[in-house]
C-alpha cells in the first residue's frame, strides 16, 4: 500500500505558537518526512525545512537566498541527493569562502529510487536496466513493445518537473547503461538525450516526490520513480524489480556498503560516493546528503547545528525514525568518520563546526 503525507507536513515553518525557528534549511523532499513533519520526523523543534526540491535547496544554500523557502534571513542547511559540481563548489568559494568559511557535504542516509507502475495484468513486473531505459526514455511506447508481448497499451511516464535529486541519481544510473539515451542530470527533461526533444502527449509531469505514485495509479500503463518512503517496496505488483531485485533496505545495503571513505577530508567531493551501476543489490541505489556550513557567526545556531550531527551521526542514532521512512542509516564507519572530523575533531584536522582556528571572525550571517 501507498500512504501520502500532505505538502503541509512537508514544509515546516514556525508553526507552533511562541516558535522562533532559529536554524533554516530545506530542499530535498526525499527525505523531508524523516526531518519534519512527522510524529518521528528528526529535526529539533526549532529547526525549519522547506520541502521544496534538491535543485531549489542546494541554490538557496550555494546563494544563502531563503526566498526559495518561502522565508527570508540566512540559509544554515539544505538537503539533497543532487550531488555538488566543480563548479558549484568553485563558484561558492570564490563568492563567499572568505566571508562565510568552507561548506560540508555529507551523506545523510542511503535511499533506492523506487519505480513504481500501474499495468493491467501484470504483478511481478521485472525489468533491466536497458528496459527501464527503453520505457524511460520513450524509445519504446507500449507495453508490448518493452514486454515483447502484444499488449497495445502506451507507456505513461510520470516525471519530476523540477531539478530534483531523485532524478539525477536515477539518470546516474541510466547514464551508466545507455549513455546514448540518458545523461546525468536533476532535470529529467535535460538528462533524457537528445535535449530538448518532445515529450510524448500523454505522459505527465509533477513537482514533488509524493506526487508520483498518485499520478501513477491514476491511469493504467503508468511508470514513475520516487523516493521509498510511505511505499510498500515489497509489492512487486505496485513496486518494479530491476534486474531481479526489489528496492528493499538490504538491498540497498548491498549496493552502498563498499564506498570507501574520503582519502581527503576537507575535499566536500569525497564525502558523497557515487554508486551508478552496483555490483550488487539494487541498482538505483545512494545517498541524500546534508549541506551544512562549518562557520556561522551566530554561536546558538553553530552549538545547535553541531548537537544535530552529533546526535544524526552517533550509534544508533536516527536509525529507528531513518528506516521507519523506508531510509537506510548511513554505515557506521562513515558515521564514525563524519563525528571524528566534523564534530570532535579527533583527526586534527580542523573541520569540526565553528573550529576557532578556521572561523575567527568569519562565518553564515546572523
Request: hydrophobic content about 40%.
Amino acid at each position: 500500500m501507498f500512504k501520502r503525507i500532505g505538502v503541509a507536513a512537508l514544509v515546516s515553518a514556525a508553526l507552533v505558537s511562541g516558535q522562533v525557528m532559529a536554524v533554516t534549511g530545506g530542499g530535498s523532499t526525499l527525505p523531508a518526512a524523516l526531518y519534519t513533519g512527522a510524529a518521528n520526523s528528526i529535526l529539533p523543534a526549532n529547526f525549519s525545512y522547506a520541502g521544496s526540491g534538491s535543485g531549489i535547496g542546494k541554490t538557496a544554500f550555494l546563494t544563502n537566498n531563503p526566498a526559495g523557502f518561502g522565508t527570508t534571513g540566512t540559509v544554515h542547511f539544505a538537503g539533497s541527493e543532487s550531488i555538488l559540481s566543480a563548479s558549484e563548489l568553485s563558484t561558492y568559494n570564490v563568492n563567499f569562502g572568505a566571508a562565510y568559511g568552507p561548506l560540508i557535504q555529507l551523506p545523510s542516509v542511503s535511499t533506492s529510487v523506487v519505480i513504481a507502475y500501474k499495468k493491467s495484468g501484470q504483478t511481478a513486473l521485472n525489468l533491466t536496466s536497458v528496459q527501464l531505459c527503453d520505457a524511460l526514455s520513450g524509445s519504446k511506447t507500449t507495453w508490448g513493445a518493452l514486454l515483447g508481448s502484444s499488449d497495445p497499451t502506451p507507456i505513461r511516464v510520470v516525471y519530476r518537473d523540477i531539478s530534483s535529486g531523485t532524478s539525477e541519481l536515477l539518470t546516474r544510473h541510466l547514464n551508466s547503461i545507455c549513455p546514448t539515451q540518458f545523461a546525468t542530470n536533476a532535470t529529467f527533461t535535460n538528462a533524457r538525450l537528445p535535449v530538448g526533444s518532445s515529450i510524448p502527449s500523454n505522459w505527465v509531469a509533477v513537482r514533488n516526490t509524493l506526487d508520483v505514485v498518485p499520478a501513477v495509479n491514476a491511469v493504467d500503463g503508468s511508470i514513475g520513480y520516487s523516493g521509498p518512503d510511505g511505499i510498500a517496496v515489497t509489492n512487486n505488483a505496485v513496486v518494479a524489480r530491476i534486474n531481479g531485485v526489489l528496492p528493499t533496505l538490504a538491498n540497498v545495503s548491498l549496493a552502498v556498503s563498499s564506498a570507501a571513505l574520503p582519502a581527503t577530508p576537507a575535499d566536500p567531493a569525497q564525502w558523497v560516493p557515487v554508486v551508478a551501476n552496483p555490483a550488487s543489490g539494487y541498482a538505483i541505489s545512494g545517498y541524500s546528503n546534508l549541506l551544512f556550513g562549518q562557520c556561522y557567526r551566530d554561536a546558538a545556531v553553530a552549538n545547535d547545528v553541531r548537537a544535530f550531527l552529533a546526535k544524526h551521526y552517533s550509534v544508533p542514532g536516527n536509525a529507528v525514525a531513518t528506516v521507519a521512512h523506508g531510509l537506510l542509516p548511513i554505515p557506521t564507519r562513515w558515521k564514525n568518520a563524519v563525528t571524528a572530523n566534523f564534530i570532535t575533531n579527533t583527526t586534527g584536522n580542523n573541520l569540526d563546526i565553528n573550529n576557532p582556528s578556521v572561523c575567527n571572525g568569519i562565518g553564515r550571517p546572523l
